[in-house]
């Protein structure tokens, strides 16, 4: 561009505008003809007023070099890609077409999860179908938008409604009652809300009575005076206060019948809660069959009539399974054949990727065709798009030209020019190309991303790139070879959903399934020699003669093969592609999830274990109110008078630094522990008192500070006591609280030598802070990936149906987060010596539930636990979140239809994670909300955050749910009962222990109290009767008693129940099918075919005129 200016200064400029136009374009030209690179569209330097850069033959050197075109190592070129796909084995699909591998379908063996390999067949026949040459098409915001809607949950207007925008739905408003949610959802929907309502009232209302226990510690706290450092934060609003409370109070022998009262009512209180949650669980399970009722008699399915049956041979046809059942049950409407199709849906789900891949192909070449002028049918030369981006990009270059009088004043279309220059024939096309690269990188949309954002002028080539759709076709007829290849050599049937005309037909069928398999029992043949005797139920049926509903002959001379009949899961339940994998062999597939977690819970333990170890291997601490002028077991003036120190008189920081900086002896929160009880020290150094400050002592004192404080070598010698480390912690003792009385702003400041005096222990407070801050963090996140674990463990399980893989998704998440939320802190904090060895765990300083339990443990796992009840809610509304910027960012710069399509799809409304985390956050908050009720209020957040977030996103965002079922409200209600018995558990020995003012049944005085006649007494780590003799213990042991019995008959009568259920189903009086579908009062789909599920029909040709929709047929 300048050196266009230059030349244009040099001759003259014009006269008229039309001369001045055709002048400066045939200068352009001519200096484009010299050199192949567009010299002008290289605006990044632009001319200083006053220095015009030099016109050819100037003394400057003349024209500069041409320069290279633009690549960037970031944007490969696509032919590349194209060529680099060719090694990629076939079972590798692309991720999206900004990052393109095109895989050809080759004759390789591909490889399943466990390692079988399994050949992919050749073509018998030529193929019927052929690919589809052009799949391009504009975006058309309007029909994506349409198609969003009818995914979503919308529900239609009526004709006076719809107005200029030609909209027919609306979305469901927020506020959709229950009875209208029964309507439109499955019963599986409408009892998650019903849920969240109903535990919702329940947790307020347990919030509500825990405040028995809130008003006793808090009267515990004043009463005693209990101070930060024994129980701190959190912690103090929980058992923990009452405990230390009672056990001052013990020492001081002050104990009285209101106090026993006080802690009595906390306890039964807190049964109360429990039996209410009971009470709950019973109603959701009469309400649960309510609902489902109630769903049943608003909305008929096609399920409603139909049975699935497994046991058909590989080779059944649909004509045979329907003469079998129209024979021994009734009129069958259709009959669908579950195939395994699990190839051809990778192959089609590859063929829709190559499909992409020519979609962008075909976007580019319309772009290198109008940016080189070339004819495009029913699209005009040179966009205005292009063209108002252009003339942004050169307007600042354009404006400086014309005020330093290099261009005059005239209205010059640069984009125009520029465009002239690529649409020059007789230019080469690799120098056209450039130029159109060039002037597509100068007008891209910001944040344009993938090969549309490419620079390479290959990737402005019609020829190019005409080539390149060449070789991706070459790849897309190989793809479609090994489709028609799987469907010659045939699908095997798995399985087939028969439908029948009339529902009592269903029930009929069911009926005589259950008679069959009764007359299967009573069938005897003693009297037949035992070689003779059938061996299997398959044998015995045939020998019996009966024409049985269960015994199918799919031709005259075959074999007789044994059914398994059951009532049908919805169409929408069905997973295609898990068809064809076995239920035998799932527990070993459920085996493979187990040790999966598990490792992956090892991996917590050992980062969370070696966290918690190395902030034990800091300085040790005790209270520092303990161990001050007149301590009973410690005096730290007497020993090191610190507090007389100054930096100008150091004294006694000289005397004890020694003990300080000493590395031969092992000096550690583990190492003192036995010097060290929860926070209190217990060691009686007396002895020490007056060692450098006593007159007697001054040889002794004067030896020691000549040994170890005057820069000699000696080695540390073990200190005043030198056959035990007492002296070393109780230096770090007196020196911690020194140091922390001082504050760490003096510290900070260097007053009086702080600094460098007290850097250890500010050292050791900031490493203490990382490492809890560490294990906190990783806590956390595990909880995160164990959900996203769960997910892809169930997926890799292959079950049949939806709401199987939803059931393992919730339940390998309950398992895992209660795990990793509990147990683990609990083990990990409790010290069990006879259970020391396991690593990492049961090496705790906490042999008994008393109140420093409460400081170390509880305010850790509440502190978590509200970060869950914070954060779950909103990664469930994550995905929402990320589409709707995504749309909002990308919806501008999609280049077809099937992008945009694929853009404005809305994610889905998953219920398993939902119950997973509800579960998981209800039962290890239970376990523990005896003594730490702070959990309740937790779970009132988590409720009240999930119900509006859930409401949100069903109605507004995400795509309508598939038909869930009740079985995973079915999981919390049986969940429920056992977080009831472990809170039973953890109570009785969170109530029972010593230091809880109590009662003893019986009315005797043994085991009441902590302290004895001035002595502390504590119970056997393993002796449960004592708590058992205290009512405290003795009222939550009853509830777990009960609550575990119950559960258990509960258990065994609704697992006989279910036996006998699947003898009969339930008549619900629906009409003939034929009618209702005619009639249009069919929820759900229609038909249990592939082509008839919205998650497969993309993926298989409607028309018939395939291999695939012929061998399905």
């Known amino acids: 561009c300048h050196r266009a200016s230059a030349a244009w200064r040099v001759s003259g ?87 393109t591998q095109l895989t050809p379908s080759n004759s390789r063996k591909r490889s399943s999860l466990f390692g079988k390999k399994k050949q992919t067949p050749s073509l018998i026949s030529p193929r019927m179908s052929n690919i589809k040459q052009s799949v391009y098409e504009p975006p058309n915001l309007q029909l994506a938008l349409r198609r969003m809607r009818h995914l979503q949950p919308h529900e239609k ?13 609306k979305k469901l408003p927020l506020a959709i009652p229950v009875d209208e949610m029964m309507n439109r959802f499955s019963d599986g929907i409408v009892f998650w809300f019903v849920v969240l309502r109903d ?33 701190s934060g959190l912690a103090r609003a929980t058992f923990g206060a009452v405990l230390f409370w009672g056990n001052a109070k013990s020492e001081n022998e002050t104990v009285t019948n209101g106090d026993r009262d006080a802690v009595l009512a906390v306890v039964v209180l807190d049964a109360a809660q429990m039996f209410l949650l009971l009470g709950l669980t019973v109603y959701h399970y009469q309400l649960k069959k309510k609902v489902n009722d109630a769903v049943d008699v608003n909305t008929i399915t096609i399920d409603d009539y139909a049975v699935e049956v497994r046991g058909l041979p590989e080779n059944a046809t649909e004509l045979s399974v329907k003469n079998h059942f129209e024979k021994h049950a009734g009129a069958v409407h259709e009959v669908c054949l579950g195939r395994d199709v699990t190839r051809v849906i990778e192959l089609r789900k590859k063929a829709l990727q190559l499909e992409a891949n020519h979609d962008l192909l075909e976007y580019m070449l319309r772009r290198a065709q109008r940016l080189l002028g070339e004819h495009i049918e029913n699209e005009p030369n040179g966009p205005e798009k292009w063209k108002r981006l252009w003339h942004l990009a050169f307007d600042k270059v354009k404006k400086d030209l014309v005020k330093t009088g290099v261009l005059p004043g ?44 490419s620079s390479d002028p290959d990737d402005y080539n019609p020829e190019k790139i005409k080539l390149k759709m060449a070789d991706l076709n070459v790849l897309r007829e190989q793809n479609a070879d090994a489709v028609a290849a799987c469907a010659q050599q045939g699908f095997p049937v798995v399985c087939a959903w028969v439908s029948f005309v009339e529902e009592q037909t269903c029930v009929d069928c069911i009926t005589k399934v259950a008679e069959s398999k009764d007359r299967l029992k009573n069938l005897s043949f003693d009297l037949l020699p035992k070689a003779e005797k059938p061996k299997d139920a398959r044998a015995k049926m045939i020998a019996s003669g009966k024409d049985d509903i269960l015994l199918f002959t799919e031709a005259a001379l075959a074999p007789p093969t044994k059914l398994r009949v059951t009532t049908a899961k919805p169409p929408s339940d069905v997973l295609w592609e898990n068809l064809h994998f076995r239920e035998k062999t799932m527990w070993k597939r459920k085996t493979r999830s187990a040790a999966i977690i598990a490792l992956v819970l090892l991996i917590s333990l050992a980062v969370i274990g070696a966290a918690m170890a190395a902030n034990n291997s800091l300085s040790p601490f005790a209270q520092c109110a303990d161990i001050g002028v007149g301590g009973e077991f410690l005096d730290c003036p007497a020993v090191w008078d610190l507090g007389s120190t100054s930096e100008a008189s150091p004294g006694a920081r000289t005397d004890i630094k020694p003990f300080i900086t000493q590395t031969s002896v092992s000096v550690d929160v583990f190492a003192c522990k036995g010097h060290i009880t929860f926070d209190e020290w217990r060691a009686d150094v007396g002895d020490l008192s007056g060692f450098f400050t006593a007159t007697e002592n001054a040889t002794a004192a004067a030896d020691f500070r ?18 035990s480390n007492v002296d070393e912690c109780a230096a770090h003792v007196c020196y911690t609280c020194y140091c922390k009385g001082k504050g760490f702003g003096a510290y900070y400041e260097s007053k009086d030598g702080l600094q460098d005096f007290c850097k250890q222990y500010w050292d050791n407070q900031t490493l203490g802070v990382v490492y809890l801050t560490l294990a906190v963090s990783v806590s956390m996140i595990m909880n995160l990936i164990l959900k996203e674990l769960c997910n892809f463990l169930a997926m890799w399980e292959h079950p049949h149906s939806l709401t199987k893989k939803e059931l393992a998704i919730a339940s390998y998440m309950i398992v895992a987060l209660v795990v990793n939320m509990a147990f683990l802190p609990l083990f990990m ?15 705790g300083g906490h042999p008994d539930m008393t109140g420093y339990w409460y400081t170390d443990f509880s305010n850790k796992f509440a502190q978590i636990v509200i970060l869950n009840a914070g954060s779950f ?24 239809q099937r992008e945009l399509n694929e853009l404005m799809t809305p994610p889905p409304f998953l219920l398993s994670e939902r119950y997973g985390q509800f579960i998981a956050q209800v039962v290890y908050s239970l376990i523990f909300s005896a003594g730490i009720p702070l959990v309740h209020v937790a779970m009132v957040v988590f409720i009240v955050m999930s119900i509006a977030i859930d409401r949100v996103m069903l109605v507004r965002y995400c795509a309508n749910p598939p038909r869930y079922s009740a079985k995973l409200a079915a999981l919390l209600i049986h969940v429920m009962p056992v977080a009831v018995a472990l809170h039973f558990a953890v109570a009785t020995w969170a109530f029972g222990t010593r230091d809880a003012p109590s009662y003893m049944v019986g009315g005797g005085a043994d085991f009441t109290e902590a302290w004895v006649g001035g002595v502390r007494v504590e119970d056997d780590q393993y002796d449960i009767g004592a708590r058992l003799g205290r009512m405290n213990g003795l009222v939550p042991f009853v509830g777990f008693v009960v609550t575990s019995s119950l559960f258990l008959v509960t258990e065994i009568t609704l697992f006989l129940q279910k036996r ?16 209702v579908i005619k009639q249009g009062r069919l929820t759900g789909m229609e038909s249990y075919k592939i082509t008839a599920n919205p998650d497969y029909k993309h993926l298989f040709d409607t028309d018939g005129n395939d291999e695939v929709a012929q061998a399905l047929m």
């Open 13 to 99: 400029g014009a006269d008229s505008t039309g001369t001045t136009a055709m002048a400066f374009r045939k200068l352009v030209r001519k200096l484009t003809k010299q050199e192949p690179a567009v010299a002008f569209l290289d605006v990044s330097s632009e001319p200083t007023v006053g220095n015009l850069p030099p016109a050819p033959g100037d003394a400057a050197g003349g024209l500069p070099p041409a320069p290279k075109p633009v690549t960037s190592s970031k944007t490969p070129s696509f032919a590349s890609s194209v060529d680099d796909a060719r090694d990629v084995t076939d079972h590798q699909l692309p991720a999206s077409p900004d990052k």
């Open 157 to 169: 207007k009526p004709a006076s409604e719809i107005g200029a925008d030609k909209k027919t739905t």
């Open 199 to 231: 535990y919702l009232y329940a947790f307020l209302l347990l919030t509500v009575l825990s405040g028995g226990l809130f008003h006793a510690a808090r009267v515990a706290n004043s009463e005693n005076g209990t101070d930060w450092d024994q129980l």
């Open 410 to 453: 005239l209205a010059i279309d640069f984009y125009a020019l520029v465009l002239e220059v690529a649409k020059d024939q007789s230019l080469s096309m690799a120098d056209r190309s450039e130029c159109a690269a060039r002037a597509a990188k100068r007008g891209m949309k910001k944040g344009t991303v993938g090969v549309a954002k």
């Open 706 to 723: 000549l040994a170890y404080t005057a820069g000699t070598a000696t080695a540390w010698a073990g200190g005043l006591v030198t056959n």
């Open 829 to 843: 904090a409790a010290q069990i010596q006879k259970l020391s060895g396991v690593p990492f765990l049961f090496k």
């Open 873 to 896: 809610p909103f990664t469930l509304l994550t995905p929402v979140v990320l589409w709707r910027i995504n749309v909002w960012l990308n919806t501008p710069k999609v280049k077809s």
């Open 1060 to 1075: 006998y259920a699947t003898k009969s189903m339930d008549l619900e009086g629906c009409p003939p099918l034929p009618m």
